[in-house]
């Protein structure tokens, strides 16, 4: 919780899980962002992570957000998920770059940057759900992606 962004309310309310999929379905509807439901592969269909995506605004410098379930971290579902995602934006929609960005001390989010080979491109303050700490400002370009990927 603490290097989510400090949009994220906190202690979460009671209600907080229907209002973000209420908020994420309306973000789907206008066009603005796309949310991807982590379910586990052999089932149930229960929801233990998500993954989205959405276009750059010219300032935020940040277009991919992710979380997972506790009990199903640090088994690769993440960068399986991630790279997916990277994927739909590059060969897809066709973006020429991703601004992507996580707290300095978030190893687990700043590990998938760096092995999708973004480039770390900026540093400055960032306010997360657990106070201002460093954050970390990476660029992934999409001829970098798709060589990578190819290789
Ligand atoms: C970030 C997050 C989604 C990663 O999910 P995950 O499925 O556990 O990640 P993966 O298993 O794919 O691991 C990615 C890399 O990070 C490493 N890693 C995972 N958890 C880690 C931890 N707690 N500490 C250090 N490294 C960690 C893994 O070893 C792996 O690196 P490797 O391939 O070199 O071994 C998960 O930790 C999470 O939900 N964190 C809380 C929410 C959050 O921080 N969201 C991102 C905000 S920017």
Known sequence: ???????????????????????????????????????????????????????????????????????????????EAANRVTDYAFRQLGWPCLWLSNAQDNQASRRIKEKQGARLVDMMIGRYVGGETSRMVWLLEREDWVERRAA
């Open 1 to 79: 919780m603490r290097w989510l962004d400090a949009k994220v309310p906190w202690p979460y309310p009671a209600d907080g899980a229907a209002s973000f999929v209420a908020a994420c379905v309306a973000e789907m509807a206008r066009g603005e962002k796309s949310h991807w439901a982590i379910v586990p592969r052999k089932g149930p269909a229960d929801l233990i992570g998500v993954v989205s995506l959405w276009p750059d605004d010219g300032v935020t410098h940040d277009q991919r957000g992710f979380w997972l379930d506790p009990a199903w971290q640090r088994q690769g579902l993440m960068t």
